[in-house]
């Protein structure tokens, strides 16, 4: 069975770094594309980036580049989303999601970002 | 503003149908054969209802079909129910982004 599970809710300040985790199981981790999906308070589903844990390769979305950092390790089938400065509008749900041609088959169960003075 | 424009509501009564559409152009919905629809409920990771424009995952109920028209792609739920209640995206592969996939705005589902 393919599973993603992903990190428990943060609390952070701005200007704090971060790192949430999505623990994959139950297929080949290098063979598929894994991607990370914001959903800010009350908006609706976008993607952030995408990495093939096989070679490492990312794909981040334009307009968040260079503010996030999206990883994986393979010894143990996991993706990372880090950030290095918090803002308080990075507070969010964060998804991890395997994505195939336009459609994402398993989802993890989300990881609430909550940034605040 | 999403690249995928949904409405953002629709509503219907128990036992009718209902129909969700995401338009695009060429480049997405109408190029490709590559459409999905998830459903969200409140607090809830999004889930897969449909892939590929018409097929669905197994376990999700054959009250749910797509179907495509040119560079609209449309969700139909007949038999509605209470707790098909919940928020629809749609999604779509494309070229013209850097990450080859995008979703539409969303759709607020309300069961009269």
């Known amino acids: 069975e393919v599973q993603l599970v992903q990190s428990g809710a943060e609390v952070k300040k701005p200007g704090e770094s971060l790192k949430i985790s999505c623990k994959a199981s139950?297929?080949?981790?290098?063979?598929?594309?894994i991607g990370w999906v914001r959903q800010m308070p009350g908006k609706g589903l976008e993607w952030m980036g995408l990495?093939?844990?096989?070679?490492?390769?990312?794909r981040y979305s334009p307009s968040l580049q260079g503010h996030v950092t999206i990883s994986a390790d393979k010894s143990i089938s996991t993706a990372y989303l880090q950030w290095s400065s918090l803002k308080a509008s990075d507070t969010a749900m964060y998804y991890c999601?395997?994505?195939?041609?336009?459609?994402?088959?398993?989802w993890g169960q989300g990881t609430l970002v909550t940034v605040y003075s | 503003q999403s690249v995928l424009t949904q409405p953002a509501s629709v509503s219907g009564s128990p036992g009718q149908s209902i129909a969700i559409s995401c338009t695009g152009t060429?480049?997405?919905?109408?190029?490709?054969?590559?459409v999905s629809w998830y459903q969200q409920h409140p607090g809830k990771a999004p889930k897969l209802m449909i892939y590929?424009?018409?097929n669905r995952p197994s376990g999700v109920p054959d009250r749910f079909s797509g179907s495509k028209s040119g560079n609209t792609a449309s969700l139909t739920i007949s038999g509605l129910q209470a707790e098909d209640e919940a928020d629809y995206y749609c999604?779509?592969?494309?070229?013209?982004?850097?990450?080859?996939?995008?979703f539409g705005g969303g759709t607020k589902l309300t069961v009269l």
């Open positions: 999601a395997r994505p195939q041609y336009g459609s994402a088959d398993y």
């Open positions: 139950g297929y080949s981790f290098t063979t598929y594309w």
């Open positions: 990495i093939f844990p096989g070679d490492s390769h990312t």
């Open positions: 060429s480049s997405d919905v109408g190029g490709y054969n590559y």
């Open positions: 590929d424009v018409s």
């Open positions: 999604s779509s592969y494309m070229t013209s982004t850097t990450l080859d996939v995008v």
